[in-house]
């Protein structure tokens, strides 16, 4: 077996786990997406705010990063950053590098 063959092997093996842990994570469904006025400056780099509504009493963890799927564009994941998260209301306030234009989504939290 040549070097190059067991790197490839060792990779796609690899791969196969990050699959597999991605189908255990969880999405929450996001509503009334809306960007505020304000911008938050994360390592360096501006970052849009926004708020939107997920379902309340969710074990969400501030100043923690998920990932944003759209519903009009389900192919693109943006990276976000929770900013804050009201677990009595389930109101949530992040930032992201990319504009976010739809007011609908899916949460996806594989940190916890």
């Known amino acids: 077996m040549s070097v190059v063959q067991a790197v490839c092997e060792s990779t796609e093996r690899y791969l196969e786990f990050l699959r597999q842990q991605r189908q255990g994570a969880t999405r929450h469904a996001i509503t009334s997406i809306k960007r505020l006025p304000e911008a938050t400056l994360l390592s360096a780099v501006l ?6 509504k997920l379902p309340p009493r969710l074990a969400l963890l501030q100043d923690s990063s998920a990932t ?3 519903d009009p564009t389900p192919d693109i994941e943006i990276e976000i950053h929770i900013l804050a998260y009201d677990r009595s209301t389930g109101h949530l306030k992040f930032s992201a590098r990319e504009p976010i234009t739809a007011e609908t989504g899916q949460v996806l939290v594989d940190f916890i």
């Open 47 to 52: 970052r849009h705010t926004y708020t939107g």
């Open 68 to 70: 944003l799927i759209l």
